[in-house]
């Protein structure tokens, strides 16, 4: 059974000053066998993305590898692209080209789904571990893009596959197979609209798109500010 471990922060600003530091030190493991980070997109994470690229000499291993939890299937220099959200960290922390596991949304879907899962699978039968892990939370219940059930479905067997996001925008996502392999999974949740996903996710909702898909985890931590989960002792 997955074990639940919250943290709730005072402010918003708590929160993204925690996560920074957070990332800071994953980002910075050291070894030849360093685990990679997976970032996700959305709004909750992009202040502390955009603290850690405004430092000078930003730290990390040599051996560091970088992943996205999903990807809208858009051009990469889209807005609503989640690499082109991070890719004024990836900037400051110089990583080479083959560093960055992304989403080649300039492949037709389906093989943007296929080439991702490769890259996944390469990383993990050559050794590569994933350490840190951040996920967000929809307030809909749905984490990375994964929806549904029908998403939870067709992805058993798969690393990564494509999606179709209730929004019309098709997408490409990482599977709860490719979680099961996340050392430290987190959740981060903010804002008022995130509530009751927060309360269907500490009540271990097994309804909740994003507690089934983290089922095969052993541990997950939810960090959440006051405005989403104000009842929290």
Known sequence: MTRLVTRRFASDTELESALAERLARALAARGAAAPA?????????????????A??????????????????????????????????????????????????????LEDAARDYERQLAALLESGGRIGLGLLGLGADGHTASLFSAADLERARGHLALAVQRPDGMPGVSVTPELLARVEEPVFVAAGEDKRAAVRSLLAGDAGLTAWRAVAGCAQVELWTDQSAAPALA
């Open 37 to 53: 980070v997976m970032l996700s997109g959305g709004r909750t994470p992009l202040p502390a993305y955009r603290a850690l690229a």
């Open 55 to 108: 430092r000078p000499a930003l730290a990390h291993s040599p051996a560091l590898r970088v992943l996205l939890s999903d990807e809208r299937y858009v051009p990469a220099d889209s807005p609503a692209s989640n690499y082109h959200q991070i890719e004024p960290l990836i900037a400051a922390l110089a990583l080479p080209a083959g560093a960055v596991l992304r989403v080649r949304t300039e492949l037709p």
